[in-house]
């Protein structure tokens, strides 16, 4: 959004309204400058209305403005923005009054390009920043402090690494990714052959491919492949902490939340959502539209979209423990009930 | 504690009893240069006793002076610091021998510390450092070599920042605080909207804020907050590899081990004990008090002080196959039970 | 293997036969110049088969030659490089073919090498690496770009620390050593007291030895000792984003999976293969030629060799939410069945 470029500016409502094709109840000179939750908005700010849990707060939020869905409408006291979807309408808004300081179209002093690098003039390089031999770096990408790209690694049109991102060599990244702080794409793949007793390591050959408007959390880890590239397909949204084994391959528009970890060569589908803290064995087979959820260790193929869990549910730690070592006891249980019902007449 | 800048200097027991306020029985004038051990502590070191299952080495300990409970005292054959808490004496005690070095209260020429940065004349800035415009480093800081502050940012005075931690922008790291490397504060929330299948990323606009004292391990990430702060409180201290999502808040003193990730909005009371692997989910609020258990999984609030757990017990891996394949199972076992009993006469 | 310094050049298979020691069925001068898998290699290129589930792709592949145990040898329709062990035999050969660039032995003009750190001539120093006082950096060492090595720490012959590693002081990593990007090594163990709701933090003292021919994974962290050392054992191999508190101790030849966190004091001994995400307590011995199944949680010490497992099996959310629940009532399950079983006739 090139207004993002002037974040300090105040937005008319009348303005917004165009920019979300929202319709306006309300002002349409008044003015807004920051974001505010529904609950702690001030004069001068905007808010919305997503859960439907805060629609109370309606009556008494003290912002400008909220942006609002057609059916919640009529609560609202103040100026409304009436669309569709409130939450996306936020989602895009949002960037008009991100304060973060946009990088220069410069190459830091201090930066090391090596000279067989490719560097588009309207790339912004950091400080500290190494780029090896042979690297291409597309127009508008902005490679943050610290951050070093290995050699022949490609980076895409618009993207951006943060401080201290680490590609290592043959990675390529599409146009408009996000890397987030301490990620590191392409280190080797977990591949050792035992001879003997003695770990032989086997050389990772293959890359790391990730696709276009991707997203990549904090301390996020995508290993290259063996032989064949790990590969992250369009608009998939990784969140912190992720571990991508090598060889793995995930489907366009698929979101997976932090902790998770993902074996080597396993294939996940398209439009997955995989949440926290998930585990997923190695060389699996993950269909389209399927749903984890939190902590769930998935150890077979899924073949029928829907949702999938695995775990056991909270308890006071003392009932937890006369319950798991009952867990120890479960077959012999069962096969308590069936004796049971063998010497129950009529059964 | 000033005594640490000198860690080579051994220390006589009669000051040593002064600074912990201890019951010395034994030589005041015995010196002591290193900490060991109870089992592996030779002449010249200093011990303690802290967990009574390692009493029966206050017998065979070959270290120059132990510190005891008084409860124990007369079991020690050596010199005795005798103290209601061994555990916090050593703890205090033990910064006398570090043997780290202090680092140099300048800034090193490599860094790149940006015109706009104010930064107190007594911090230490290491080689390759960058600090960012508008950044603030208060008095007796350290930031390690590496690391990144961005713009805006703000530093306690004696906080200290290892090697390579990397906070972004408008993050607010209290007093006396410790960052391990790898570290990552302020990195963007994970809040994206769909959009007819495409993510549509919501700019993250709040901040981090840190209070004093907080000790954040080893690549541990907390990321900045959607509309309002992430906030961790005074005290907190965190182990490595944790996760901790947008606008998380944590209680005064509360403790949490390694490898746990905490999902976003939830909020943690104070003194509350969080052991390592924890997975909490988004959304919920833990009251004061709480220990929960390692590798646990909490879905829903706590509202009661007390221990939680969830998960099943270890077992031989041919068992634990039978066991969780009833597992899947249990509420038709449990109908089954129920079944039974209305046949029995009697019940 | 010195012939991976010229990866370009194509290898005669007699030369490869030679090589690994392999029985050759085939034309000693064909060449080949890349690995590819069974079903996607294409002339020109080595292949093998390990697994046997791809045993009828050895009819139809386009590969030059495949590595082929004896038993599938006559299956081969192109030239066979026959050994017992394909696998290992594939894990040799691949290093021929890494066109991974080989560092130059040259310290770069913007890294810092302390004037006290003692480098042999022919390392191999990254850019904007830090290099501390007293370190010493072993004959043929490469350090990465961005690479932060504390006062005194020691780093073997042939070891590599690829880009943004961070050692801390007083760590010694032995020969042949792999370290990945973002890996820390030496952070401080989570050791602290708790004084009337103050944590106090306790000095950790110790370092970390790092044994010969260990691979430590993208961003795992090893803590150092509190006052003896952590011990990572020869030929140890860690995957990424693995957690080893304070004074663990690994056992020689054992293999560790991904995001797996060992607590602290605890022993694991030779031989071991720990699988993904698996949580092991603390202050636990586990005794040599233990396999733990991916996710389980350790919380005692094991005695007795074999595979140990904990968790429960993945279901439909729908399924898993209804067994979850009786899980919390299992143990009253468990006493039902009991009391039925006392009032059956006979029983």
Redesign the interface.
């Known amino acids: 959004m090139k207004e993002s470029d002037s974040p300090h500016l105040s937005w008319e409502l009348g303005a917004l309204a165009e920019l979300l094709e929202a319709e306006l109840v309300g002002d349409k000179n008044a003015t807004v400058s920051d974001?505010?939750?529904l609950g702690?908005a001030a004069q001068g700010d905007l808010t919305f209305l997503s859960n439907p849990s805060y629609e109370s707060q309606l009556s008494t939020t003290q912002a400008t403005a909220v942006i609002v869905h057609p059916k919640q409408a009529s609560k609202c006291l103040v100026n409304a923005l009436v669309v569709a979807?409130p939450?996306?309408a936020?989602?895009?808004v949002?960037?008009l009054?991100?304060?973060?300081?946009k990088p220069l179209k410069h190459i830091?002093s201090?930066a090391?390009v090596d000279s067989l690098a490719i560097v588009d003039p309207s790339v912004s390089i950091?400080?500290?920043a190494?780029i090896?031999?042979g690297a291409v770096i597309g127009a508008e990408a902005v490679i943050?402090?610290?951050c070093?790209v290995?050699?022949n690694s490609v980076i895409g049109k618009g993207s951006l690494l943060?401080?201290?991102v680490?590609l290592?060599?043959?990675v390529r990244v599409g146009d408009d990714c996000?890397l987030?702080?301490?990620a590191?794409i392409g280190?080797?793949g977990?591949?050792?052959?035992?001879?003997a007793?003695?770990?032989?390591?086997?050389?990772q050959?293959g890359g790391v491919f990730v696709g276009n408007?991707v997203?990549i959390?904090?301390?996020t880890?995508i290993?290259r492949g063996a032989?064949?590239d790990t590969k992250i397909h369009d608009?998939v949204?990784l969140?912190?902490?992720i571990?991508i084994?090598h060889n793995v391959e995930i489907g366009e528009?698929t979101?997976v939340?932090?902790?998770t970890?993902i074996?080597g060569s396993t294939k996940i589908g398209k439009?997955c959502t995989i949440a926290?803290?998930v585990?997923i064995?190695g060389h699996l087979s993950i269909c389209d539209d399927v749903?984890i959820?939190?902590?769930?260790?998935?150890?077979?193929s899924i073949t029928e979209a829907?949702?999938?869990?695995?775990?056991?549910?909270?308890?006071?730690?003392?009932?937890?423990?006369?319950?798991?070592?009952?867990?120890?006891?479960?077959?012999g249980?069962?096969k308590?009930?069936r004796a049971?019902?063998r010497?129950?007449p009529?059964?």
Chains 1, 2, 3 share one sequence.
């Open positions: 974001l505010a939750t702690t979807n939450y996306l936020y989602a895009k949002s960037h009054f991100d304060r973060a300081a830091h201090t090391v950091g400080a500290n190494v090896g031999a943050g402090p610290g070093v290995g050699a943060h401080a201290n680490t290592y060599h043959d996000t987030h702080s301490g590191v280190g080797d977990f591949g050792f052959a035992n001879e007793g003695q770990w032989q390591k086997i050389a050959l408007n997203d959390g904090v301390n880890t290993d032989i064949e608009n949204i969140d912190n902490q571990q084994a528009g979101a939340a932090g902790c970890g074996a439009r926290g803290a585990g064995a749903h959820t939190m902590r769930s260790a998935i150890t077979r829907g949702s999938y869990s695995s775990g056991t549910a909270m308890s006071k730690t003392g009932d937890w423990r006369k319950n798991a070592a009952r867990f120890r006891q479960l077959d249980l069962a308590r009930i049971l019902e010497m129950i009529g059964k």
